[in-house]
């Protein structure tokens, strides 16, 4: 009776943990770890920015209303905005909500973070929250740089 009590404590906490999980962040078609760094190197010299896109999937079986929130780590001088549905000014650090279907993957390019240094040397690090709005503690994370 006691392993049948463990067994049923253990997979209702693997199956939550598993669950609790409704999105993914993916660049150039790779899963990226939640919190992980990524480098943006592409200075678009055209715009005088650094572009950095992703993409975000749906993997939970059920509609989600995605928001999009951003952290500044370090950012030298410059202009610093995102884009997800469309793009916010410099002193926006919420985004509103994105519609994002069960099983769906957000457009490409329809999340991307901008960076226009004063110098193209210059590197920001910012941290982007992605979150369903009914479940904000339910989040992936990834650091642009």
Same mark, same amino acid.
């Given at each position: ?57 749906? %993997? ?12 500044? %780590? ?8 995102f884009?997800w ?12 909500s994105v519609?994002?279907?069960a099983?769906?993957v ?16 210059d590197k ?18 990834? %650091?642009?740089?």
């Amino acid at each position: 009776m006691i392993k049948k009590s463990i067994f049923t404590f253990v997979f209702t906490a693997l199956v939550a943990c598993v669950s609790a999980q409704s999105l993914q962040l993916e660049w150039e078609g790779e899963v990226r770890a939640d919190g992980q760094t990524v480098y943006c190197n592409d200075f678009n010299s055209d715009y005088g920015e650094y572009i950095q896109e992703m993409q975000l999937r749906n %993997i939970s079986g059920a509609d989600l209303n995605v928001i999009i929130e951003r952290e500044i %780590i370090d950012a030298p001088e410059g202009s610093l905005y995102f884009c997800w549905g469309m793009c916010f000014a410099p002193f926006v650090n919420v985004s509103g909500s994105v519609a994002l279907a069960a099983g769906a993957v957000s457009a490409p390019g329809g999340f991307a973070s901008h960076f226009m240094p004063t110098s193209p040397t210059d590197k920001a690090f910012v941290k982007y929250y992605a979150y369903d709005d009914r479940h904000p503690d339910e989040r992936v994370s990834v %650091i642009i740089a």
